[in-house]
């Protein structure tokens, strides 16, 4: 009975021995473990280390590189800055001296245009006199026109539409000529001639200076007009062209086979096409 009983002691330690036994196995191999996952790291964290400080000295020798570099660049800057700067200043003083000579020119230039200025304003003077003399010659002479009209007589033509003023003479149709109220083309006939005058053509028939008669033919628009003892300075009228404008005819001097006069026609008349015989 007591050998049965210390049996199973002896049992219950050898089994208690056997289970410290695998925990402290199981422990170890954990141990183990642990050790080679933290060498593992250890020696990750060494490479990682020494990586860096390759890159370190890479960087660090760039720096100096580039500190070098810039060290070389400052000195070529302020080296051609220097050069620069001397430059300038020539320029300023090459600037300087242009502009102290535009000054003198300048001032050269505008006593002599003041000069010019004050014989513009003498000639201007002089031209306003002249002017002022033209004004009083044309008053004159718009005075004695106005005189010279009322001189003149207006009268029915031959048929019967009312003339404009009649020039009787050379100095009466220049001053015709001058109002501008139509256009005067002047002609010298002689007997059995025809003779474009304006747009129409004259031919003198007969020419009596004794009794200041004469007769003409007009020849306008394709057809022919027959003025007969017709007097001197007397409005001879006939219609030409298709908007039927009113020319004027007028005989102011009867020779021998030879009359002088002019033709007036409107200011929106046609232009001649051929000025012979005015």
């Known amino acids: ?20 036994l695998g925990l402290a196995i199981v422990a170890a191999i954990a141990g183990l473990g642990w050790s080679y996952y933290l060498s593992g790291r250890l020696t990750h964290a060494e490479m990682q280390l020494l990586q860096a400080q390759r890159q370190n000295e890479k960087l660090s020798s760039a720096l100096d590189d580039t500190n070098a570099r810039l060290k070389v660049t400052s000195d070529t800057l302020g080296h051609s800055l220097g050069i620069t700067q001397k430059e300038l200043e020539q320029r300023a003083q ?14 050269s230039e ?34 004695q026109l106005k005189a010279d009209e009322a001189q003149m ?17 050379a100095q009466e149709l220049e001053i015709l000529k001058h109002k501008g109220d139509r256009n005067y083309y002047e002609f010298t006939l002689q007997k059995g001639q025809r003779r474009p005058i304006s747009t129409v053509s004259l031919e003198l028939r007969k020419a009596d200076a004794k009794h200041s008669r004469y007769t003409l033919i007009v020849y306008a628009d394709d057809k022919k007009i027959e003025k007969k003892d017709r007097g001197l300075n007397e409005p001879v009228q006939f219609y030409t062209g298709k908007d039927n404008y009113l020319y004027e005819l007028v005989v102011n001097s009867i020779d021998k086979n030879q009359v002088k006069g002019y033709i007036a026609t409107p200011k929106s008349a046609p232009a001649p096409v051929t000025t012979s015989g005015f």
Do not use: C, H, P, W
């Open 1 to 20: 009975m007591s050998d049965a009983s210390g049996n199973g002691e002896q049992r219950s330690y050898s089994g208690l021995f056997l289970g410290l």
């Open 94 to 107: 090459d600037l300087l001296r242009r502009q102290q000579a535009a000054a003198r020119q300048f001032e």
């Open 110 to 143: 505008q006593k002599d245009t003041q000069q010019k200025i004050s014989s513009v304003s003498s000639d201007v003077s002089g031209v306003k006199t002249d002017v002022g003399g033209v004004k009083t010659d044309l008053g004159n002479t718009q005075t």
């Open 153 to 169: 007589q207006t009268m029915k033509g031959d048929l019967g539409q009312q003339s404009g003023l009649i020039a009787t003479n």
